[in-house]
């Protein structure tokens, strides 16, 4: 299909940061942007939320239906606001990561998906990727080359998501196409949203820190901060990926902590991530664009 005239695409993501489903359209040849579209967003009630954090970390087995069950729900009705789209780029829910082991896995039906939507539906990339020796991130890499060719930057830049972990993707436009040596640098930066919404569920029984206000008022205790950057991850040279919960140890370093003081502490732990991962870009990028979900970091 993408051989021919560009087409209009329409993807999906429901992120580990469990707030929901965001979708957007655009038309591409699967090189090239040549016009964003519509977008939306489709929000997770308390009950899925439920169902989905219940799963995590689950691998395949008995006991997935209910999980399933919202995941193809709230995907079928997202997508079905988007009439035009001629094919559709479906994620997912990622329940468990681990790249160098079992692999990954991401809970859906992209056939069943798209007998409902009526369009041809692409799907589960991060196990093809991670059975190919990937970290299980395949796309975002060349859509934010794409991205930095459309905003017609000359020099390097950086974008930035912060959904449940976060991720860097670092892009020299001056390259001709993704796949040239030197065109990209892609990885994990550490954790984002995903602890810090969990601090929330167990001590407030609130599904982010909207806004970061909790956060605003509390004080970054240091001591907890420098031991988390002592994690070896952060050494570690990309490519590299996390699955949410690999820095549990956040809640840890924290236990002790007011409620406050453990969410400004955590946020700060997620923004020194960010700044360690900065250090792997090949020079310093000249713009950083920062996206991303879950209701805490902003």
Same mark, same amino acid.
């Given at each position: 299909?993408?051989?021919?005239?560009?087409?209009?695409?329409?993807?999906?993501?429901?992120?580990?940061?469990?707030?929901?489903?965001?979708?957007?359209?655009?038309?591409?040849?699967?090189?090239?942007?040549? /016009?964003?579209?519509?977008?939306?967003?489709?929000?997770?009630?308390?009950?899925?939320?439920?169902?989905?954090?219940?799963?995590?970390? #689950?691998?395949?087995?008995?006991?997935?239906?209910?999980?399933?069950?919202?995941?193809?729900?709230?995907?079928?009705?997202?997508?079905?606001?988007?009439?035009?789209?001629?094919?559709?780029?479906?994620?997912?829910?990622?329940?468990?990561?681990?790249?160098?082991?079992?692999?990954?896995?991401?809970?859906?039906?992209?056939?069943?998906?798209?007998?409902?939507?009526?369009?041809?539906?692409?799907?589960?990339?991060?196990?093809?990727?991670?059975?190919?020796?990937?970290?299980?991130?395949?796309?975002?890499?060349?859509?934010?080359?794409?991205?930095?060719?459309?905003?017609?930057?000359?020099?390097?830049?950086?974008?930035?998501?912060?959904?449940?972990?976060?991720?860097?993707?670092?892009?020299?436009?001056?390259?001709?196409?993704?796949?040239?040596?030197?065109?990209?640098?892609?990885?994990?930066?550490?954790?984002?949203?995903?602890?810090?919404?969990?601090?929330?569920?167990?001590?407030?029984?609130?599904?982010?820190? #909207?806004?970061?206000?909790?956060?605003?008022?509390?004080?970054?205790?240091?001591?907890?901060? /420098?031991?988390?950057?002592?994690?070896?991850?952060?050494?570690?040279?990309?490519?590299?990926?996390?699955?949410?919960?690999?820095?549990?140890?956040?809640?840890?370093?924290?236990? /002790?902590?007011?409620?406050?003081?453990?969410?400004?502490?955590?946020?700060?732990?997620?923004?020194?991530?960010?700044?360690?991962?900065?250090?792997?870009?090949?020079?310093?990028?000249?713009?950083?664009?920062?996206?991303?979900?879950?209701?805490?970091?902003?």
């Amino acid at each position: 299909m993408l051989d021919k005239e560009p087409v209009w695409a329409l993807g999906a993501m429901s992120g580990t940061s469990l707030d929901g489903v965001d979708a957007a359209m655009l038309r591409t040849d699967g090189e090239r942007i040549f /016009e964003f579209g519509g977008s939306g967003y489709r929000p997770y009630t308390d009950a899925e939320r439920a169902v989905l954090r219940a799963a995590l970390g #689950r691998w395949q087995g008995a006991g997935l239906e209910p999980a399933l069950a919202v995941v193809q729900a709230a995907h079928a009705e997202t997508l079905s606001r988007f009439p035009g789209a001629e094919i559709v780029g479906f994620h997912g829910q990622t329940l468990a990561h681990e790249p160098a082991g079992r692999g990954t896995h991401q809970l859906g039906d992209g056939g069943a998906l798209a007998r409902a939507l009526g369009v041809p539906v692409v799907w589960d990339f991060r196990t093809a990727d991670v059975r190919l020796g990937g970290q299980g991130a395949p796309l975002a890499p060349f859509f934010h080359f794409a991205c930095a060719k459309w905003i017609g930057a000359r020099d390097p830049v950086a974008f930035l998501n912060l959904g449940g972990v976060g991720n860097l993707t670092w892009v020299d436009p001056a390259r001709s196409g993704p796949e040239e040596e030197g065109a990209l640098l892609a990885f994990d930066t550490g954790p984002a949203n995903a602890p810090i919404n969990d601090l929330m569920m167990q001590r407030r029984g609130l599904d982010c820190d #909207r806004d970061g206000a909790l956060a605003a008022t509390g004080q970054v205790v240091d001591g907890a901060l /420098e031991l988390f950057l002592e994690e070896a991850y952060f050494l570690k040279m990309p490519p590299k990926s996390l699955d949410r919960d690999d820095f549990s140890v956040m809640l840890d370093l924290v236990r /002790e902590l007011g409620d406050a003081d453990a969410a400004a502490t955590m946020t700060a732990m997620s923004a020194a991530a960010v700044m360690r991962g900065m250090e792997h870009c090949p020079t310093p990028p000249a713009r950083l664009l920062v996206t991303g979900a879950g209701g805490t970091i902003r």
